[in-house]
């Protein structure tokens, strides 16, 4: 549609799907659990894109859920002055948050990105054990290095023959 003399376009999007990851090298090599399991997710997102000023300027916010099953985390050292760390799986978690950005061609050869996600997790009980998580989690407990807000500005600059960036990133506090 055109409004004022601008074109206006809106793009309605959602994604869903499951997945599985496989213990890496790292967890591998590096644990002392030979039971370690595959990590399992189902993921769902589902957002809005709106276009303004002839193309030039991009919102975009989204809404994502993904549940996990057997959550793969190192936990920490196994051994006092040791370099092996403990792997273990967290049997049900939770991430749920929403994504937020605004793009911006400032001119044909510069383009400005914005962008902010908030990010709620938790540890969920263990299928039929009410209030139970894998130790040493606690159900409710929030996960590992995933902090509840990140943001960050990104500068493109295209030329004829090269193309430049600039990135800044910023993160609130995490469980560590």
Do not use: C
Request: glycine share 10%.
């Amino acid at each position: 549609p055109m409004r004022d003399g601008r074109t206006i376009q809106t793009r309605v999007k959602a994604n869903a799907g499951t997945g599985i990851r496989p213990p890496d090298a790292f967890e591998i090599a590096f644990t002392d659990n030979p039971s370690l399991a595959p990590e399992r997710s189902r993921s769902l997102d589902v957002g809005v894109e709106q276009w303004f000023a002839g193309g030039r300027v991009a919102l975009e916010a989204t809404y994502f859920h993904n549940r996990y099953d057997d959550l793969i985390v190192a936990v920490g050292r196994a051994f006092a002055n040791a370099s092996r760390y403990r792997t273990d799986n967290i049997a049900n978690a939770r991430a749920r948050g929403a994504e937020f950005s605004l793009a911006w061609r400032l001119s044909a050869a510069l383009t400005a990105r914005g962008h902010y996600t908030w990010l709620d997790t938790d540890v969920l009980a263990v299928d039929g054990a009410a209030g139970q998580a894998t130790p040493p989690f606690a159900v409710g407990d929030r996960l590992l290095r995933r902090p509840t807000h990140q943001g960050g500005l990104d500068l493109t600059w295209t030329g004829a023959r090269l193309r430049a960036f600039a990135t800044a990133t910023l993160r609130g506090k995490t469980l560590d």
